[in-house]
């Protein structure tokens, strides 16, 4: 098995410490990353049981996201608990104003390098994939090990190629690639694969959009996703300030062997979006409910099989999370914007505040605010349901984010997925809508 | 280790973490709290944990705990006295956050489920790797044999911070043989 040569093959061997039973082994951690909600408790749990021993702080990264800033007592015990640790133990914590949501902030600032690998108690950690590193979430227990012993212990996933060909069609946008992902392997089909996605179309994207793609690898159950490093990578952290010698021996063999491999054409894709209650049950923006949907999933969303997606009304419209509030994000939800007045709650969330004063040095948190929407601090936010822009039963949102669960944001609340665009749109016309439907913006006019 | 007690039949796939354990109850610094709402956001688990108080086996279909790494879906099951998941598939983090926690995560083909989802009881010998299915009017006693991980099954009786502990040595000589960022 060792002998596929796949770009996750050659960065797996790299790490690996100790071989072990079962075709898992010990990988040497080179990042580990905590966040208040689901770190805290690691933390504490460390110095309560091993004395507060940790391998190397400096490899250690905290943040406040899920819950920032504290809605409540509770949520203020976790952050407190976190940061006091952070400071006691000389681990680098990027609190409320500074950081933003984990996976955003440790991409931009280089954390994650090419050939190494990253754990965080999240499962939205394959997101960093999208550098060439192996990026795990892991539970409490796990990244415990890792930040008590430098290391991880991991079972050997298959490979999968998700081979993407031709290059974006102008309509479409990663996020849009994410969910034929999701759609084409259904929410289980990743289940024991890593995504290695290569081709033309990966070739062309972008850092940002590549991020986006990696986000929804754990969407289809799969262990992680990534994308071999090339230039694109290597510019992207000279720029991040982070010196990198580009390694030539790290790519897959010409005659690697994978698992599996699922095909795509970029070319032919366009605005998709979700309909059910996982991120597998999406279709492009003009298909109807599928006739043999979950009956369960039909029940919850509120929807009959057979049933056009475009045009359902919306009650909410949420731009933001480690999918898909990046600057590149933002800029192309604003130009939806521009102009143009949204016509339901409306949230924008940068994914940090890196991100956030970025976007303002441009304008364009005066396009969102001119719109009527509500720009925020960087935080998860409506994303996990859990401090604000939270639904209300039968509530239905658009939505930028990466997972569309039975009660994720907010108990009986209904999601659908889709990309920033779609769901700028969807906010101006109130129903899930794409920007060709919109009338010429006011500005437009004027000139 | 044998588990052994009444079944709580789950017969529902993906049924992910944040149906176990919704984000609301993961805030705080408490997770020995977690027993009462265990399985909360799966709609229609609170008759089934009704009917079924004792149950020390869940019995699920593919693709069991998926979605978000929150190892409180694992505690709260623990808490609420289901001591091993019998499911087709399980999300990969919840089945490491299994073993790590002692929960018998059981992998079994689909074929074998639907015996077992209409069990009243279950008998699982983990050493042996063998679930006991009693007797039905239509069909005798039987066993059906599973396989766990041959690693982690050693990390069930919590074992696996102190596995990893004795390999310090070895990382820092890895460490210190290679390069890192």
């Known amino acids: 098995m060792s002998e596929r040569g796949t770009y996750f093959d050659k960065v797996w061997d790299r790490r690996v410490v100790q071989r072990l039973p079962g075709d898992s082994a010990l990988l040497f951690a080179d990042r580990v990353v905590l966040y208040e909600l689901l770190g805290a408790k690691a933390a504490l749990d460390i110095e309560e049981r091993f004395g507060g021993r940790l391998y190397d702080p400096q490899r250690i990264v905290a943040v406040t996201d899920h819950i920032a800033p504290a809605k409540d007592g509770d949520s203020a015990q976790q952050a407190q608990a976190l940061r006091l640790w952070a400071r006691r133990n000389g681990v680098r914590m990027y609190d409320i104003g500074e950081g933003g949501i984990c996976h955003v902030v440790v991409g931009e600032r280089g954390y994650v390098t090419p050939g190494t690998t990253v754990c965080c108690s999240d499962s939205h950690t394959c997101t960093l994939g999208a550098f060439g590193a192996i990026a795990l979430g892991a539970g409490t227990t796990a990244i415990e090990g890792a930040m008590l012993g430098g290391a991880l212990v991991v079972k050997r996933p298959k490979v999968m190629r998700v081979q993407v060909n031709g290059r974006l069609a102008s309509g479409a946008t990663a996020k849009d690639l994410a969910l034929k992902v999701s759609q084409m392997l259904g929410f289980r089909g990743g289940v024991g694969y890593v995504l290695e996605y290569a081709g033309e179309a990966i070739e062309a994207l972008t850092m940002e959009q590549r991020l986006t793609l990696c986000n929804m690898a754990i969407e289809a159950g799969a262990t992680t996703g990534i994308i071999a490093a090339d230039a694109t990578t290597y510019d992207y952290l000279a720029a991040a300030g982070v010196d990198v010698t580009p390694d030539d021996a790290l790519r897959a063999d010409a005659d690697a062997r994978y698992d599996a491999t699922l095909e795509i054409d970029a070319s032919a894709l366009g605005p998709m979006i979700s309909w059910g209650t996982n991120p597998g049950e999406s279709v492009p923006i003009d298909d109807a409910v599928p006739a043999d949907a979950d009956p369960a999933a039909l029940a919850y969303m509120g929807l009959t099989a057979g049933q056009k997606l475009r045009g359902l009304a919306i009650d909410q419209a949420f731009i933001g999370s480690c999918t898909n509030a990046r600057l590149s994000d933002l800029r192309a939800a604003a130009e939806v914007f521009r102009g143009r007045h949204v016509s339901v709650p409306t949230i924008v969330t940068p994914g940090s505040e890196r991100v956030r004063r970025a976007a303002e040095r441009e304008g364009l948190h005066e396009v969102f605010q001119d719109a009527g929407a509500l720009w925020t601090h960087s935080t998860c936010g409506a994303c996990c349901g859990l401090s604000m822009g939270v639904l209300a039963p039968q509530m239905r949102c658009a939505s930028s984010s990466n997972r569309n669960f039975p009660g994720r944001m907010g108990e009986g609340g209904r999601v659908h997925l889709a990309a920033p665009v779609v769901v700028a749109a969807s906010a101006v016309l109130g129903r899930l809508a794409t920007a060709d439907e919109l009338e010429p913006a006011l500005t437009e006019v004027h000139a | ?181």
């Open chain 2, 1 to 181: 280790m044998i588990v052994e007690g009444p079944v709580l039949p789950l017969d529902r796939a993906n049924v992910d973490t944040d149906q176990i354990t919704p984000g609301r109850y993961l805030v705080g610094m408490n997770t020995d709290n977690l027993a009462a709402i265990a399985l909360s956001g799966v709609p229609g688990a609170a008759e089934l944990l009704a009917a079924h108080p004792d149950a020390a086996v869940l019995v699920a279909r593919e693709n069991f705990g998926c979605g978000s790494s929150r190892e409180h879906a694992v505690w709260a099951l623990l808490q609420r006295g289901i001591r091993a998941v019998v499911a087709t598939s399980f999300g990969r983090i919840f089945e490491e956050n299994a073993y790590n926690n002692g929960l018998v995560p059981v992998t079994i083909g689909e074929s074998d489920l639907d015996a077992l989802m209409h069990a009243q009881t279950l008998r699982i010998d983990v050493e042996r790797g063998t679930i006991a299915v009693p007797a039905r009017e239509d069909s005798p006693e039987r066993e059906i044999a599973f396989e766990l991980d041959p690693l982690r099954r050693e990390y069930l009786a919590g074992g696996f911070l102190a596995f990893v502990e004795r390999q310090i040595p070895d990382v820092r000589a890895w460490e210190a043989a290679h390069s890192t960022p």
